[in-house]
């Protein structure tokens, strides 16, 4: 008898609706992407209209130091992801000293993430000043300038918008004293939206930067 009583209330037992915020933040994301795949028709447009432009433009740019910026944004994917499963398991801190890595919390992965994407932030604003300043490579000097700052210039800053999402969510793990679900579900999101400005900086890169 209770074993019906059970199966009767397994049925009956409402399924879990999906997570608002989640749910959001994808639909967001699918806006965004519309955005980004706007500034890559512009680029194709251009390009196919001025293609010796095109040559003699995109040879000034560092190609080993972009790869070098790629690998430290798309590791920091890889750390991102690290620090979400400690966070699904509760552990907001690291389990032991700073060198076990293996004891890292999500604290520590979060941290290692942020000053990954600062370096490419970093990396960005060098090369903008090398081109800028030895090549003549500006925002207005030519179609080819003015769609390679655009496309990544507002990457940056999408980058930007996610570190700052990064200082927020440590700097509740400090503000409060027990690690909630709604904080665990706050680095799920922000874990999209840093795999989301990954894989479109990827996409840039192979376009500017590869095929050229």
């Keep these: 008898m209770a074993s019906a009583t059970a199966v009767d209330a397994a049925h009956t037992r409402q399924p879990e609706r999906p997570n608002l915020v989640a749910v959001g933040v994808i639909v967001w994301l699918s806006s965004e992407l519309m955005f980004f795949a706007a500034l890559f ?7 196919s209209n001025a293609p010796d432009l095109w040559d003699e433009q995109s040879s000034l740019l560092n190609v080993p130091f972009s790869l070098l910026n790629t690998t430290v ?11 979400v499963l400690r966070a699904e398991r509760g552990q907001v801190g690291r389990l032991g000293n700073l060198l076990q890595v293996g004891k890292w919390g999500m604290r520590e992965w979060f941290v290692l993430t942020f000053l990954m ?15 800028a300043m030895h090549e003549g490579l500006t ?28 200082l927020f969510l440590l700097g509740r793990t400090f503000m409060t004293r027990r690690f909630t679900h709604e904080q665990a579900t ?21 376009t500017i930067y590869v095929v050229k």
Excluded at 73 to 83: D, I, K, P
Excluded at 117 to 131: D, K, P, R, S, T
Excluded at 139 to 166: E, W
């Design 117 to 131: 994407g600062a370096f490419f932030i970093g990396g960005q604003v060098f090369e903008y000043a090398e081109l």
């Design 41 to 47: 028709a512009m680029y194709f447009t251009l390009r």
């Design 73 to 83: 944004l798309v590791l920091s994917s890889v750390t991102c992801q690290l620090g």
């Design 139 to 166: 925002l207005s000097s030519d179609p080819y300038g003015s769609i390679f700052y655009l496309a990544t210039g507002f990457h940056g800053l999408h980058v930007t918008l996610g570190l700052i999402a990064f």
């Design 186 to 206: 706050s680095t799920i999101v922000v874990s999209y939206y840093w795999h989301f400005v990954d894989v479109v900086w990827i996409a840039l890169f192979l």
